[in-house]
């Protein structure tokens, strides 16, 4: 995998972290008589509120007991996987136990599988986790988010075109948001299908607009060489905020790139008047080289080694 795969391939974890933890979707009797079933009412509640150390606690108790359900097994189980990035081996191994349980009681339950399947992509085991999300969509109660778990999973082992696939089902069929359209770009651009991938990301600007989407366009023209297109697009994001000095500096490697050498140093220079970091004077001074400027490209590498010492 090299560098750009790599950049490409932990957009796409990022781009799937917000969307796979989304909470089970189960439903309680609202006339529920019983003590548990009130309950797990609430945690579902905390769980939607994004108070998820609340859910789980209540949802410890209810499955301390023999008599848990498979709701709450699986509910208690995404809550240890909704911080991925702080989440421990004993919560991992906790969670397993926790699926075990759903499935020795429903073995029909998809959202049980979903949730092993995204404990194997946390753990490295793609193959493991591509046989679970499958299973989670055949049985008779799927869940399908799987789709997303194993579209993760193919992009981690390579299988790009299988990937794209399962994202445009759930994209289409189940969850048109922009999230899902940026998920898609991503794939896309993992298979060098750049124009799909912007027409992609166009449609996720549509549906809302950020700064990110903005940057995987302007990567998707720098991979055909189409460098001013790039700087157009960065020229729309700095209209919105002008005092975005990582638009201003890569619209200029965008002209640079482009030969506009003029343009590009005068973009560096509001990035650094803006943000004067070392990796910005660096730059510049590389197309002051370019120009046949040595005395300004000395000064803002001396400007540089300034700002890189500053920072130890």
């Not at 080694?305 to 130890?312: S, W």
């Amino acid at each position: 995998m090299n560098a750009r795969q790599r950049k490409l391939q932990n957009t796409l974890f990022f781009s799937l972290a917000a969307l796979v933890l989304t909470a089970p979707t189960t439903f309680v009797p609202a006339d529920a008589a019983n003590q548990d079933e009130l309950l797990f009412k609430r945690a579902q509640q905390l769980t939607n509120q994004k108070h998820i150390a609340e859910a789980q606690k209540i949802l410890v108790k209810l499955c301390n007991g023999s008599k848990a359900s498979v709701q709450a097994l699986c509910l208690l189980t995404w809550t240890y996987l909704a911080e991925e990035s702080t989440i421990t081996d004993e919560h991992v191994a906790e969670c397993e136990k926790l699926t075990k349980r759903a499935l020795k009681l429903d073995p029909e339950w998809g959202n049980a599988y979903k949730l092993q399947a995204q404990i194997y992509n946390l753990q490295g085991k793609h193959e493991q986790a591509i046989a679970y999300s499958t299973k989670a969509l055949s049985v008779k109660n799927p869940d399908p988010k799987a789709y997303l778990q194993r579209c993760l999973a193919y992009e981690a082992v390579g299988k790009h075109k299988e990937a794209l696939s399962d994202i445009t089902i759930y994209s289409d069929k189940y969850a048109p948001e922009a999230e899902m359209l940026e998920l898609k770009g991503s794939v896309l651009v993992n298979l060098n299908r750049y124009d799909d991938a912007i027409a992609a990301y166009r449609a996720a600007l549509k549906k809302q607009f950020k700064d990110w989407t903005i940057y995987r366009i302007v990567d998707c023209f720098e991979q055909q060489h189409q460098y001013d297109k790039a700087a157009e697009e960065l020229t729309h994001l700095i209209k919105i905020n002008a005092l975005d000095s990582e638009a201003y500096q890569t619209r200029g490697r965008m002209l640079g790139l482009a030969k506009h050498y003029k343009e590009a140093i005068d973009d560096y220079t509001k990035a650094i008047k803006l943000e004067p970091t070392a990796r910005f004077y660096k730059e510049r001074a590389a197309l002051y080289k370019l120009t046949g400027k040595p005395k300004e490209a000395a000064e803002d590498l001396k400007k540089a080694t300034i700002e890189d010492k500053a920072h130890y």
